[in-house]
C-alpha cells in the first residue's frame, strides 16, 4: 500500500522558516516525482515544487520561487520542502504527492498524480 506522510507544519511568523517532510512508502519504481502543492481556504490547489527521481531535477511556482527548496533522501524515503522567508500569503494546508512509474517535467497539475498524503497545515502570522 503506498502511503505519503507529511509532518513539520505549523505556526510562524512572518520571515520565518519551516521544513515539511513527506515520508513515502509502499512503491518501489524506478521513476516518479513527488509534488507539493498547497490549498488555502476558498482556492484551488496549486503546485508549489516538484522533485523528480530519475535526475534529481526540481521544479517551483514563481510565487516561491528563491524561498522554498525541495530535496530528497533516498534513504529515509523521505522528500522535504524548505521554506524560507515565509509570508501570510504562504498560509495552506500543503500536501505531498506521488505521481509514480513517469518522469515529469514540471510541476503538472494535481490529477497527474496518483496518491496524496493527509496534508499538513501552514500558518504565517504577519
Known amino acids: 500500500e503506498v502511503q505519503l506522510v507529511e509532518s513539520g507544519g505549523g505556526l510562524v511568523q512572518a520571515g520565518g522558516s519551516l521544513r515539511l517532510s513527506c515520508r513515502a512508502s509502499?512503491?518501489?519504481?524506478?521513476?516518479?516525482?513527488i509534488g507539493w502543492f498547497r490549498q488555502a481556504p476558498g482556492k484551488e490547489r496549486e503546485g508549489v515544487s516538484c522533485?523528480?527521481?530519475?535526475?534529481?531535477?526540481?521544479y517551483y511556482a514563481d510565487s516561491v520561487k528563491g524561498r522554498f527548496t525541495v530535496s530528497s533522501d533516498n534513504a529515509k524515503n523521505t522528500v522535504y520542502l524548505q521554506m524560507n522567508s515565509l509570508k501570510p500569503e504562504d498560509t495552506a494546508v500543503y500536501y505531498c504527492?506521488?505521481?509514480?512509474?513517469?518522469?515529469?517535467?514540471?510541476?503538472?497539475?494535481?490529477?497527474?498524480?496518483?496518491?496524496w498524503g493527509q496534508g499538513t497545515q501552514v500558518t504565517v502570522s504577519s
Open positions: 504527492a506521488a505521481a509514480l512509474g513517469r518522469v515529469v517535467a514540471a510541476i503538472e497539475r494535481p490529477g497527474a498524480y496518483d496518491y
Open positions: 509502499g512503491f518501489t519504481f524506478d521513476s516518479y516525482a
Open positions: 522533485i523528480s527521481s530519475s535526475d534529481g531535477s526540481t
